[in-house]
T-cell receptor
């Protein structure tokens, strides 16, 4: 399976600022996903990012708050804008793959704390 | 609203016993079912996937799927303390724009294996 890396691994940010999270893959993939995992909760899909098109956002998530870039087939960024303490979460990118073709693999995550 | 339900636990089993983790899902159109293991502070790791009714075995893990009952389970035989983690059930959302790749996660079951 592909190797997925994320930067930063963790950060502590001030309310009202923005943070851009990077996701790098060692192979070309058409589709990437961004998830959020709030403390003690499961994973919630933020958006699907396809290279060459606008990201598709899930209900409750908007582009102004979570702009996504997908400049090529190995890289994506998620920005968390105008942060509040409620944005404190782990943010994960993932991509499909595997033997069955439908499996999904996650990056190591970015642990964000907003003060 | 697509839902995936899991007992949050914690589920405690003695070392060497069988741990049984259960999951129900609401969308009859779902075709792909996954179990992820998540250690504290780490990202989810795919441990099993199943697409057809019945049992699928991989080492100490067995996934069971019953589409008629909309039920999927994970059995862990000869449980070890290293199996202590949160286990997330995930189901594909066939109605999403991302095709079969988009996943809905349950809240997870915390498993504790007591030495």
């Amino acid at each position: 399976s592909a190797v997925i890396s994320q930067k930063p691994s963790r950060d502590i940010c001030q309310r009202g600022t923005s943070l851009t999270i990077q996701c790098q893959v060692d192979s070309q993939v058409t589709m990437m996903f961004w998830y959020r995992q709030q403390p003690g909760q499961s994973l919630t899909l933020i958006a699907t990012a396809n290279q060459g098109s606008e990201a598709t956002y899930e209900s409750g998530f908007v582009i102004d708050k979570f702009p996504i870039s997908r400049p090529n087939l190995t890289f994506s960024t998620l920005t968390v804008s105008n942060m509040s303490p409620e944005d404190s979460s782990i943010y994960l990118c993932s991509l499909p793959g595997g033997v069955g073709g439908n499996e999904q693999f996650f990056g190591p995550g970015t642990r964000l704390t907003v003060l | 609203q697509k839902e995936v339900e899991q007992n949050s636990g914690p589920l405690s089993v003695p070392e060497g016993a069988i741990a049984s983790l259960n999951c129900t899902y609401s969308d009859r159109g779902s075709q792909s079912f996954f179990w992820y293991r998540q250690y504290s502070g780490k990202s989810p790791e795919l441990i099993m996937f199943i697409y057809s009714n019945g049992d699928k075995e991989d080492g100490r893990f067995t996934a069971q799927l019953n589409k008629a009952s909309q039920y999927v389970s994970l059995l862990i035989r000869d449980s070890q303390p290293s199996d202590s983690a949160t286990y997330l059930c995930a189901v594909n959302n066939p109605h999403s724009g991302a095709g079969s790749y988009q996943l809905t996660f349950g809240k997870g079951t915390k498993l504790s294996v007591i030495p």
